[in-house]
């Protein structure tokens, strides 16, 4: 609907607040002083006069409603009423209105609360979005300067912490784990990598949670997979959950990435066995798993060291092994190793040719690099190194925080959730469910 300039000088003139800052808006454009020849000037006040605008505007709608809403209500009879101050939190700032409430009988009736999906002291949900998103990434407590330089809100810490926690359980409690086998073939190759690293925990005493706190480590078990030659990844985890369901996760992951049942999966870890045995179980002979190439440098690296003191000499052999396990030679790096293997009253700890000697020998079957290389297939396990630093520790590893392992479990959902770029999903069936 257009409105004729008659219609809207009508409407301005019913809202003064909103006329007297239009008529601001449109000194800024005009500029009749010469007072904002920068553009950066320029777009500050307007920032500022359409910040005011909106809570000016979302203000002057609420009132309305509200007068509506009792207009309706009011012609009921034998309705007591009772008015009200209600308040809440907008991304333009705090609302309030007159709230008249009704009681007939014991029922409380609510007409403006009902309608407009409001709560006293609560936050709009595009506020709550923007709360989230923030405290997605930073501290709770860094999440009320934001507020305040973007949107010129002063809300508590405490709040922030609510609203993120409470979205962030949601996505925790609603998003899918897919462990149906794929019906369509899928794409030629999946690649699946997946690691654990240490998130701070503290726990409280049953008895008095004020008293005895533990802090301690658990592990979050990260998983990520992309069709081979894809940069587009799909990413799960578990903080509480055990192997079996770091396993469900894993296939769920690799299901989005495009596994399918003709697909062949391509892993890559650190050598945990927990791994390899969930990649066996969750894909069959569809799956594969490579120990990383870098992880088993590691160990040649300290038996290099150890078999030859002179540093040029540990680098020649050590290239020397390298070479070998890219073609395919596993049993000449073993037999090498076995030509200096400590003595045993060496103990294990010393004894870094014994276990270098040791890692490879159980794991031959998952040194398989000429293959993976020939297919252009990874060898090392960066990714999920990375994925760890970027989804977890970046947000669960601050400085001084530790984590309830519910709550770290549930932000670290949140963080899955904006990695797998399902963010946009998540907002739109909250608005549809409310």
């Known amino acids: 609907m257009v409105l004729s300039d008659e219609a809207l000088l009508e409407r301005l003139n019913e809202h003064p607040e909103l006329r007297s800052r239009v008529e601001s808006m449109l000194l800024v454009v005009a500029d009749e002083k010469g007072e904002l020849q920068e553009a950066d000037a320029a777009e500050m006040q307007l920032i500022e006069q359409m910040r005011r605008m909106g809570q ?9 409603q509200a007068s509506k809403a009792v207009a309706v209500t009011g012609r009921e009879t034998g309705v007591r009423r009772a008015g009200k101050k209600l308040q809440w939190h907008s991304t333009f ?16 009736i609510r ?3 009902n309608r407009a999906k409001v709560r006293n002291r609560g936050c709009s949900r595009p506020l709550q979005r923007v709360v989230t998103d923030f405290g997605a990434d930073v501290a709770f407590a860094q999440v009320e300067d934001k507020l305040v330089e973007h949107y010129g809100l002063l809300l508590a810490e405490s709040t922030i912490r609510r609203v993120t926690e409470a979205h962030a359980q949601i996505i925790y409690t609603t998003t899918p784990v ?5 019906d369509a073939a899928g794409c030629r190759a999946v690649v699946v990598e997946m690691d654990g690293g240490m998130v701070p925990i503290v726990e409280a005493a049953q008895t008095d949670r004020r008293k005895g706190k533990t802090l301690l480590w658990k592990e979050a078990k990260l998983c990520l997979a992309h069709a081979a030659g894809s940069q587009t990844l799909s990413y799960g985890g578990t903080l509480q959950g055990d192997v079996e369901v770091a396993g469900k996760q894993l296939f769920s992951c690799a299901k989005s990435a495009g596994f399918g049942k003709t697909s ?10 927990w791994i390899a045995r969930q990649v066996a179980e969750r894909f069959g002979s569809r799956g594969g798993y490579l120990v990383d190439f870098y992880h088993v440098c590691d160990y040649l690296s300290a038996a290099a060291a150890a078999i030859h003191p002179n540093a040029d000499a ?17 049993g000449d790096v073993t037999a090498s190793l076995r030509e200096h293997l400590e003595v045993g009253d060496v103990t294990d700890s010393q004894a870094s040719i014994r276990a270098c000697h040791r890692y490879l020998s159980r794991r031959q079957d998952q040194l398989d ?8 297939l990874p060898i090392g396990s960066g990714e999920i190194e990375s994925a760890h630093r970027y989804i977890v520790q970046k947000r669960l590893k601050l400085p001084g925080s530790w ?6 479990d549930h932000m670290l959902a949140l963080r899955l959730n904006r990695a797998n770029r399902q963010w946009d999903n998540y907002w739109n069936q909250a608005r549809k469910a409310a």
Do not use: M
């Open 56 to 64: 000016e505007s979302l203000q002057a709608w609420a009132s309305g």
């Open 178 to 182: 897919d462990e149906t086998w794929p």
């Open 111 to 113: 007409p403006f609360v």
């Open 314 to 330: 540990a680098n020649a052999w050590l290239n020397q092994q390298k070479d070998a396990l890219k073609a395919g030679r596993c």
């Open 369 to 376: 690099y000429p293959t993976a290389l020939a297919n252009n």
């Open 93 to 108: 700032g705090e609302i309030s209105v007159e709230e008249i409430q009704y009681r007939r009988g014991n029922r409380h």
């Open 264 to 273: 062949q999966v391509h892993t890559v870890g650190d050598g945990a066995e």
């Open 403 to 408: 984590w309830c392992a519910a709550n770290a």
